[in-house]
């Protein structure tokens, strides 16, 4: 392993994916489909048999002159709230990057040396 793995997490509204990663390799990735008690069981299996250090779940905004409804995106937000909340009550480190960091998302699987 290089690295502490993580679980990165993109949530939706019918289905959440979800993958385990170190800096080097994706380990595992899976998909949740239904509601708020699907992700709370589906994140615990996911999670357990690899212990992952940390998590990332995608944040949401709106940006002016999409085309995406501001409402749509309000709904998806309470998902990606939920799921963190989730994986901090399990007792990982949550990070919630916005949708453009998530989309350059190696800076969080690799993030800068301290």
Known sequence: MDGPL???VDPDCDTTAWAIA??????AVGVIRGG???IV???EAAMSPWGP???VVEGQTIYPGSK???NDIVKLARFAGFSAGILAYLGMPV????PFDWK???SFLNPPPK
Do not use: F, N, Y
Request: glycine share 8%.
């Open 22 to 27: 170190d800096r080097k390799s994706i380990r």
């Open 36 to 38: 708020l008690r699907e």
């Open 68 to 70: 995406v409804a501001p």
């Open 104 to 106: 350059a998302a190696q």
């Open 53 to 55: 250090q940390r998590a």
């Open 95 to 98: 990070l919630i990057p916005m």
């Open 6 to 8: 993580t679980i990165g």
């Open 41 to 43: 069981v589906g994140l």
